[in-house]
């Protein structure tokens, strides 16, 4: 065979299949490069291109007051739901699996799944050692009433009494030696959560949601409110107090209530008063840089909505 030292290019056009030949220690190569050059940066591949959130202030985690869904807790007769009968205590077994297997376990022995990673393990309802509010049927009644909410135990308040007490006895079937309340035990246990009568439980929501909606409410019913933040929103920008309230106001509503408690304040007050907290009234954080100037000009423009309203 003839072997040529240049590259014969009139001879690869007329048998350009051979092109092929040649040029696949190009791409050989390339690729080679492409891998070595992937392992060369695989410790940045594997970083993290989002960065983890950061909290900015603890006052997130305050504790508040829980939810709690309003019931009407019926009369019981204690006499009769404080005594073990084969009726309560299946239906106890029903709600002892609907509301306390997955913390107390399906044999009450404190190994339900969500107890597993609680500070706290869940009672095992077959050892008589440690408990806290006791074994008997008006302490566990109490159990079930105020939780032992720090470690876990939650309260149980909305469930019927009557259900209660099911519960209790089907709990109480875990070991036989459960301690018998003598009758006065259980006349207090009536009194304290006045069982005869029954109570109502009233709804509750937690105290920063209810200041929530109170500010909301207050605020949507007044149409003082609507109209001067519809005015601002459609603001105008031919004159300086237009274009600046185009600028800086981020929230009409809120505004248009702090406006209404500025209403016969001078400029200096208004002011004053927005610079203290400019993002809680409802502009940006900037508007406190404005020259005096600028501040008269979003004074009369203010005060001309405030005017028409
Ligand atoms: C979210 C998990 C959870 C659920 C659901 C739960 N418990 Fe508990 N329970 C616990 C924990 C944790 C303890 C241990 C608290 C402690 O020892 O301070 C406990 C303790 C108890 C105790 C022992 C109180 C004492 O005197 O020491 C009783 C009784 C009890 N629970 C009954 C119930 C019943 C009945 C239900 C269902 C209506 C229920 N629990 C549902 C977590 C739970």
């Not at 049927?137 to 308040?157: A, C, E, P, R």
Request: aromatic share 10%; net charge neutral.
């Amino acid at each position: 065979m003839q072997v040529n030292d240049e590259i014969d290019f009139i001879e690869l056009l007329k048998n350009p299949i051979r092109l092929f030949g040649l040029t696949y220690i190009y791409f050989l190569s390339v690729a080679g490069f492409l891998g070595a050059y992937y392992l060369w940066n695989m410790n940045d591949v594997s970083k993290n291109g989002i960065a983890p959130v950061v909290l900015k202030d603890s006052t997130q985690f305050v504790q508040d007051i829980s939810m709690q869904r309003g019931a009407l807790i019926p009369p019981v007769n204690v006499a009769e739901v404080g005594k073990s009968s084969k009726v309560l205590v299946d239906k106890g077994a029903n709600l002892f699996k609907a509301n306390c297997a997955s913390c107390h376990g399906d044999n009450g022995m404190g190994d339900g799944p969500s107890g597993a990673s609680m500070a706290v393990k869940p009672r095992n309802f077959h050892s008589a050692e440690g408990w806290k509010n006791g074994r008997k049927v008006s302490n566990m009644y109490k159990t079930l009433q105020d939780g032992i909410v720090q470690n876990g135990m939650q309260s149980f308040n909305y469930l019927p009494a009557e259900d209660r007490f099911a519960i209790i006895h089907f709990v109480r079937t875990f070991a036989n030696d459960f301690p018998l309340d003598s009758s006065s035990e259980l006349m207090d246990l009536e009194k304290a959560y006045n069982l005869s009568q029954g109570s109502q439980l009233p709804p509750r929501i937690p105290v920063r949601l209810a200041m929530l909606k109170i500010e909301q409410e207050s605020m949507g019913d007044s149409e003082y409110v609507i109209g001067v933040s519809k005015s601002i929103g459609a603001a105008k920008q031919d004159d300086l107090g237009g274009a600046l309230a185009h600028r800086f106001c981020v929230n009409n509503t809120k505004i248009a209530a702090a406006l209404y408690s500025l209403k016969d304040k001078n400029v200096d007050e208004f002011i004053r008063i927005i610079s203290i907290d400019p993002v809680t009234l409802g502009f940006k954080s900037e508007v406190t840089r404005l020259s005096r100037e600028e501040w008269n000009a979003l004074y009369s423009y203010f005060s001309k909505i405030n005017k028409k309203s």
